[in-house]
């Protein structure tokens, strides 16, 4: 693709991405918003933190592995020249411009408020009912969480490994269900996990593009 059209494509696919940024957090300040993201929040405990950094070590590690097959390292925003998920920002058209760093950190800033909102709306699509699932719908739910995030532009291959993530928040899920009998708090219990680990790798972000614009 010509590099000044490659340069509209990601200046246009980033635009939309800060739109859809913006509109959850729009919606993260309505009553129901609100009422939800404090839900989640509230709920946060030891229990879903202490398992985020060994899921997120097993994520990248069978990720680089699969990566590392030829065609599952494409996606459509490397293609572009961007980097990872278009959420995050990261591409050749922004390198060594204000907007390396500004845009990552601006959207980013503009995610955390709104990431139980979009975990929640995971978590209903691909968790509520699970209940009721036989096994192998639960597995092909958990494999079709993973390969939706091709859809955004991740490689394939790193798409295929969010899958661990996806069975990790169906088990929450299910435990909570067996535990309360209550769809919707054990669609806040998976939820909540989710938004922890989303929530970390945004932290870890947010520091490496601060410390890259300062260094």
Do not use: C
């Amino acid at each position: 693709m010509d590099h000044q059209l490659t340069n509209v494509v990601t200046f246009l696919v980033l635009a939309f991405v800060g739109l859809r940024l913006v509109g959850g957090l729009r919606i993260s300040r309505t009553g129901r918003g609100r009422t939800l993201v404090s839900r989640v929040v509230h709920n946060i405990g030891w229990r879903h933190i202490w398992p985020v950094p060994f899921l997120l070590a097993i994520v990248v590690g069978v990720a680089t592995a699969l990566i590392a097959i030829p065609g599952l390292l494409w996606g459509w925003w490397s293609a572009l020249g961007g980097e990872g998920n278009p959420v995050f920002a990261s591409s050749d058209s922004t390198v060594g411009t204000v907007w390396e760093w500004l845009i990552p950190l601006l959207f980013m800033g503009l995610l955390f408020p709104a990431l139980p909102l979009f975990a929640f709306a995971e978590e209903r699509a691909f968790r509520a009912g699970a209940e009721h699932w036989s096994t192998g719908r639960r597995v092909f739910k958990t494999v079709q969480f993973g390969l939706v995030h091709a859809l955004i532009g991740i490689p394939i291959g790193a798409a295929l490994a969010l899958s661990i993530g996806g069975a990790y928040f169906m088990s929450v899920y299910l435990r909570r269900f067996k535990a309360t009998g209550v769809q919707d708090e054990a669609l806040i219990e998976s939820a909540t996990a989710h938004s922890v680990y989303n929530g970390l790798i945004v932290i870890m972000l947010v520091v490496a593009f601060a410390l890259d614009a300062i260094l």
